[in-house]
């Protein structure tokens, strides 16, 4: 079977789709430059390549005992990549083991410590190594000795004073192995990691360059500018940098977990806008049913998965359940209440604020201004907020959600801290405030055609979605609107205007991120209804001149203009 047949699929995928691109990053493929994707093959039984985890001598200590369990289960993968040494037409053949998720566990089991020591070796490869050998030695190496020095020295050895001891002992295992030509894989045996990567030359480069940085390695370290870390070494503060490279390295993981559940919310409306209302219950509650089954009978990672997206999926059913009683004029019945109430823990505000929109559509403003207050009180420098709206991404992360993130369990932190863009499939409409509802028809020109693709239609382009923030202060302005309390009517206006002069907003406003336009859209009817058309018309404007095509604002500029300039032309 040829490694090319995801290349294969890919292109016939783009030429179904009228799509033309694609990125490749070695065996990735992509269609944004945010993610790398790359497909695999995984493995039925563990390979006896992989064996050598579990069969050489080793103290013991390293790796952990579950660890070596979770590895026995075998996530191996074959990955589509030939070996860069083969003649060409032998490497379309030839697929690559990967360990990945091995290496991911081995990895969450180094302690701060050592942590601390394989940053300092990545610093010291590119400020020393890089300038002379590029990435042809990489952080992969660096990683792999790391694993040896761990396997090999003590664990008292890991202490802060000993820090440089540990990093010199590190670089004495590449320099054997640049001086033997081989550098062993840490979970897989008779596989040289040098291959196709250094030539002779570049190894005896490396080897010089090692040798060079272990006999003054003080020096090389005092001098290094990244992040300070000389300054801080000199200072003797190196070890309050722990917490900021722990923060790096799992900020990432918890937004790519955020933007998987976004993108499972989005197919899953996408599949039911193609459905009548009827097989839309039924497909969810299939998706609803399935998931149940994994939070019993899954692996532990199903488990988790399974608790982050069941309240989403809840809440999806709830509305379409509610739009139905608000057609029929009838009142929501207390199942569907008790389904929206399972949905509030979908994150931080998602569910609640959906709730809040139904309470509003059926006419229950006292309640909706209760749950919004809730909501706002929620808001806090402790919270993340996310979309993963393709071409529209974001993640805005403060320092003080971090910080929290270090100690708090990854699932309750994405309930609890995490807040997303809100999505409504058409069935949904009902729960929708009508102004908004207009956001699911934003094509309507072949040159608005022309700039969809195949992706933006089968994610957020033919749904209602908007940001938590500028959703939650919109709904505060028509209830208080409804409840005639005009000082809160208009603080929720200041607060919309607000959310676009500072914080998230005016990062969003300068990058185009997120559904920034239909914030501007529902900020521009709240001054349609405070009759300042003129602000309206501004607003309007502005979101078309930072999205020109797919765009309803342009039915919003005409319908300003023949319901209010026409009529003030017929009085003059």
Partial sequence: MSNMYFDLIAEQ???????????????????????DT???????????????????????????????????KGPVFFIPQGHPNSHPNDRKLQWRLSTTLTEQALMFDFTEIQLLVYILLKMLRIECIKPKLGDNFSTFH???????????????????????????????????????????H?????????????SDADRKKLEASLTNVKKDIMCFICNLKMDMFGMLVLQGNVYNTKQKHQI??????????????????????????????????????NNLTNLCALQINGSELQREAADLLLPFVYGTLANIMASTCIVLRQPVAQGIINLYQLSFECDLMSGKLKYASMLYSSGQYDQAADMLNLCESLLGPDVGF???????????????????????????????????????????????????????????????????????????????????VPFL????????????????????IFNLMDYFNKGLGKELWEKSKGHVDTALHVLAHCWELENRHDVAWHLYQRSINMFPTNNIAWVHLIRLFRK????????A
Wanted: hydrophobic share 35%; with cysteine.
């Fill in 564 to 571: 209010y300039f026409c009529e003030m032309r017929g009085q």
């Fill in 142 to 184: 660096i990683k792999t000795a790391m694993l040896f020095t761990i396997e090999k020295l003590p664990p008292q050895t890991w202490h802060i004073e000993n820090m440089v001891f540990c990093a010199t002992d590190c670089i004495n295992t590449l320099i054997q192995w640049a001086n033997h030509g081989v550098c062993p």
């Fill in 386 to 468: 996310i979309c993963g709206s393709n071409n529209r991404s974001y993640v805005c992360h403060s320092y003080t959600f971090l910080v929290k993130g270090l100690n708090t369990n990854t699932v309750d932190l994405l309930r609890t801290s995490y807040t997303s863009c809100i999505k409504f499939c058409k069935h949904e409409l009902p729960c929708v405030p009508e102004h908004l509802q207009y956001e699911m028809y934003r094509t309507h020109t072949e040159k608005d055609m022309e700039e969809r693709n195949y992706l933006l239609e089968l994610t957020w382009m033919d749904q209602v979605v908007i940001d938590n």
């Fill in 473 to 492: 202060y919109y709904l505060q302005y028509l209830v208080y609107r409804k409840k005639d309390n005009l000082p809160r009517r208009l603080l929720a």
């Fill in 38 to 72: 790359v497909y695999a093959l995984p493995c039925n039984n563990l390979p006896k390549e992989c064996e050598v985890l579990f069969k050489r001598p080793r103290p013991g200590h390293f790796p952990k005992p579950e660890t070596l369990e979770y590895a026995k």
């Fill in 248 to 285: 790096q390295a799992l900020a990432p993981i918890w937004g790519k977990i955020q933007i998987n559940t976004h993108n499972f919310i989005m197919i899953m409306n996408t599949q039911a806008n193609v459905l009548n209302v009827n097989a839309a219950v039924v497909y969810i509650t």
């Fill in 186 to 198: 840490f979970t897989m045996g008779g596989v040289n990691l040098f291959d196709g990567k250094l």
């Fill in 13 to 35: 995928f783009n030429q179904r789709h009228g799509l033309d691109m694609m990125i490749k990053h070695g065996p990735s493929i992509s269609w944004t430059d945010e993610i």
